[in-house]
């Protein structure tokens, strides 16, 4: 019996072989070490926590600690990830976000939950919520002044090219009105305290804007997203007609390419060095007091490095008032910014991504954000 037990934990091991199986089926996380034997699929830890949520559906256990029975090990054979894949996946729309390992568990769970309980995949109509074009709701959104969150009836409207909400339930006049052409949406669990909170960016005069919103329920929040890429998916296909889906895809939604503290000081140099907590969004460093707050301080346009932008650790000599030590100096063709990390670990981070941007040819639609930059009063 027990020699039986070890032929089939050495059966099932060497399934992880197979084309498909050596990433998550879910997340496409390298190396699972789990399985769902029910389903037929192999999954990273991570995954196969939240396969145990839908467990009459789903039943887990590891490939490399658990015993195995040769019935199991047959089902394991005879599905794989590939064939579990083609089944599950057939009709995934080109704008529904399909998360990696990097992203949130929200992400992650609904889309578990949409491929094998929902089967939203496998029949158009279940996919209505996010794919019609028009969505009405209540969410609760963060106030700008209080940091109170409090019901707001939201409406997405492709037809009219926006996202609105409105300050009271029969309000005829939204309180703001959000072009989906600027739009962005990104989950901010860590920094919102919620797992369900997602971060909404608009333009409004060419200056950042952010709201705050969660749903207690998680399918309904990962269904406004999706119905936000949905809306921006139909514009630039619109805007950019002669544009390949894969042109378009990375445009829908972007996650930001650096978040957190560090110091500044002033133009001239000669005021203290003040925290505030950044956000590198494309070629926007933006800088706020609080992290939830609506309206950024400032912002800076980030060149390439054809238009003589440059980043360099340290600060220059005789720099006073910054009390981290890590320093920062952006050099730009009008002036240096200058910054300070409190580790140097901070302080690597910050200038990867400052490089990843500068070293960056810019688009033409950049040197356009760049003139009005030059230009602000």
Same mark, same amino acid.
């Given at each position: 019996m027990a020699s039986d037990q070890e032929d089939n934990g050495q059966r099932v091991k060497r399934l992880l072989g197979k084309p498909g199986n050596g990433n998550c089926a879910d997340c496409g996380a390298a190396d699972p070490e789990w399985a769902s034997y029910t389903l037929g699929v192999f999954v990273c830890l991570s995954c196969s926590g939240l396969h145990r949520n839908i467990a009459r559906i789903s039943k887990v256990k590891s490939v490399l600690l658990d015993p195995w029975s040769a019935s199991e090990v047959e089902l394991m054979d005879s599905v794989g990830n590939n064939a579990a894949k083609a089944k599950y996946e057939k009709i995934v729309p080109a704008f529904y976000y399909c998360p990696t390992h990097k992203d949130c568990m929200l992400l992650k769970e609904q889309w578990i939950r949409a491929k094998y309980e929902r089967k939203e995949f496998q029949c158009v109509e279940?996919?209505? @919520?996010?794919?019609? #074009?028009?969505?009405? $709701?209540?969410?609760?959104?963060?106030?700008? !002044? %209080?940091g109170q969150y409090l019901s707001r009836k939201f409406i997405l409207s492709e037809r009219e090219g926006v996202l609105k909400y409105f300050k009271k339930h029969d309000a005829r006049e939204p309180k703001a009105t959000m072009k989906i052409n600027?739009?962005?949406?990104?989950?901010? @669990?860590?920094?919102? #305290?919620?797992?369900? $909170?997602?971060?909404?960016?608009?333009?409004? !005069? %060419?200056?950042?804007?952010?709201?705050?919103v969660y749903h207690e329920d998680g399918k309904e929040m990962v269904d406004w997203f999706n119905g936000i890429r949905a809306a921006r998916f139909h514009y630039l296909q619109v805007a950019f007609p002669g544009a390949s889906i894969s042109d378009l895809l990375p445009k829908l939604t972007r996650n930001y390419i650096m978040e957190g503290y560090m110091e500044k000081t002033g133009p001239k140099h000669t005021e203290g060095f003040k925290k505030r907590w950044f956000t590198m969004d494309?070629?926007?460093?933006?800088?706020?007091?609080?992290?939830?707050?609506?309206?950024?301080?400032?912002?800076?346009?980030?060149?390439?490095?054809?238009?003589s932008y440059s980043v360099h650790?340290?600060?220059?000599?005789?720099?006073?008032?910054?009390?981290?030590?890590?320093?920062?100096?952006?050099?730009?063709?009008?002036?240096k910014f200058l910054f300070a990390c409190e580790t140097d670990e901070d302080q690597k981070d910050w200038?990867?991504?400052?490089?990843?941007?500068?070293?960056?040819?810019?688009?033409?639609?950049?040197?356009?954000?760049?003139?009005?930059f030059k230009h602000k009063p």
């Amino acid at each position: 019996m027990a020699s039986d037990q070890e032929d089939n934990g050495q059966r099932v091991k060497r399934l992880l072989g197979k084309p498909g199986n050596g990433n998550c089926a879910d997340c496409g996380a390298a190396d699972p070490e789990w399985a769902s034997y029910t389903l037929g699929v192999f999954v990273c830890l991570s995954c196969s926590g939240l396969h145990r949520n839908i467990a009459r559906i789903s039943k887990v256990k590891s490939v490399l600690l658990d015993p195995w029975s040769a019935s199991e090990v047959e089902l394991m054979d005879s599905v794989g990830n590939n064939a579990a894949k083609a089944k599950y996946e057939k009709i995934v729309p080109a704008f529904y976000y399909c998360p990696t390992h990097k992203d949130c568990m929200l992400l992650k769970e609904q889309w578990i939950r949409a491929k094998y309980e929902r089967k939203e995949f496998q029949c158009v109509e279940r996919q209505e @919520p996010y794919s019609a #074009g028009y969505r009405e $709701g209540f969410l609760w959104k963060r106030g700008r !002044d %209080n940091g109170q969150y409090l019901s707001r009836k939201f409406i997405l409207s492709e037809r009219e090219g926006v996202l609105k909400y409105f300050k009271k339930h029969d309000a005829r006049e939204p309180k703001a009105t959000m072009k989906i052409n600027t739009l962005n949406a990104t989950f901010q @669990p860590t920094k919102m #305290g919620t797992a369900q $909170g997602l971060q909404i960016t608009y333009l409004k !005069d %060419n200056s950042t804007r952010n709201i705050f919103v969660y749903h207690e329920d998680g399918k309904e929040m990962v269904d406004w997203f999706n119905g936000i890429r949905a809306a921006r998916f139909h514009y630039l296909q619109v805007a950019f007609p002669g544009a390949s889906i894969s042109d378009l895809l990375p445009k829908l939604t972007r996650n930001y390419i650096m978040e957190g503290y560090m110091e500044k000081t002033g133009p001239k140099h000669t005021e203290g060095f003040k925290k505030r907590w950044f956000t590198m969004d494309e070629r926007r460093l933006m800088y706020f007091k609080d992290p939830l707050d609506a309206y950024a301080r400032g912002e800076v346009f980030i060149g390439s490095r054809e238009n003589s932008y440059s980043v360099h650790p340290g600060l220059p000599q005789n720099t006073q008032g910054y009390h981290w030590q890590f320093g920062i100096t952006i050099v730009t063709p009008d002036r240096k910014f200058l910054f300070a990390c409190e580790t140097d670990e901070d302080q690597k981070d910050w200038i990867s991504a400052f490089q990843t941007v500068i070293n960056r040819p810019m688009q033409p639609r950049e040197y356009a954000v760049a003139a009005y930059f030059k230009h602000k009063p």
